[in-house]
């Protein structure tokens, strides 16, 4: 996990260069056009976690959530944060969720509410805690390696702060997407595509590693895609909200649709993985690692993340059955098995 975060980090920091621009360029993911390469770690970890949680020897367990712990603390600060990244936001929201549905231990006599109420308030703490730090950070990478910056951001007031940190927030710049498909659509520059881009992403499914080895180019590259066109009208610098695809295709209604039938899906997913069944827990903990990058940049980001759930849950049954060690499920709650 930590070597496929490395792969997908900037070499150099926000403290020795402005994020942008060349900096975002100079990762080996990129160079390897394995842009998804960071998807892959965060599966990994979910996979991590769920084993985790599956250990039945209490000593194990905790060495194996300490580890856990730290390299992902590890690859938040210093290869997301530092280097300007909030892709690990959703990592992050994902753990936490798995957390709270995480079953009890056949030696825990705790009522699962009281257990639940505990979670809550260590969920909340870390919330608190981090929700700050990602929101700042979208300003931040801008303005740490310039000293004059520094000095003005120290001195304005509170309101002048919060509202420059909010502009840079990934939540303004992708809504504001929501703004530019409205201009082309009122200039009559909003020509739809009747699902064009829906046939687009089947057949940029191969991995881009692959293809690019093969000298074949997706239909979905970086470089040319609907959010790439929705910069070249000015209203915002990047992001593409999800309920943009389905209304660029099939208009209104289509937008409704679309977004009904993920709705639909989502909570269906939700259900099915309370059960604790390995594959259900990490189909919708895969989803959700990409659930923020989903609603920023479009429906690529979760067909990666479902792509590299089934990978990597395949590989992690295979090295299980081949391995002498028993591994049962704790035993699930029963308040959480008939949970909504």
Known sequence: SFGFSYLSAPSATILEGQYGGQQLLSTTALELNFPAAYVVSYVLLVVLFIDT???????????????????????????????????????????????????????QNEAWS??????????AIICLSV????I?????????TDATARAIISYMGFWDTARSIWNHSPWTMTLLSNLGVTSLYRNGALELRHGETYLDYVLSLPPGIITHAIGIERAVEADHNLAADIIGTGV?????????????????????GVMAVYGFVVARLEQAAARGEFWLRLLWASVFVVSFMWF????????????AGILVGFLYQVMLASSLLPRRVPSMPRQLRSSP
Do not use: C
């Open 131 to 134: 929700v700050p730090i990602f």
């Open 53 to 107: 949680e599956r250990e039945l020897t209490g000593r194990v367990r905790r060495m194996k959530m300490t580890a856990l712990l730290a390299v992902t603390f590890y690859i938040v600060i210093f290869l997301q944060l530092l280097r300007g990244d909030r892709e690990s936001s959703g990592l992050i929201v994902t753990l936490l969720a798995m957390y709270l549905t995480s079953p009890l231990r056949r030696s």
């Open 296 to 307: 920023w940049y479009g429906e690529m980001s979760m067909v990666r993340g479902v792509m």
């Open 136 to 144: 700042a950070i979208g300003s931040l990478r801008f303005t740490l």
């Open 236 to 256: 915002t610098s990047g992001g593409l909200h999800v309920v943009n695809v389905g209304f660029m295709n099939f208009g209104a209604m289509g937008a409704f």
């Open 114 to 123: 009281k257990v639940l109420r505990g979670r809550l308030r260590l969920v």
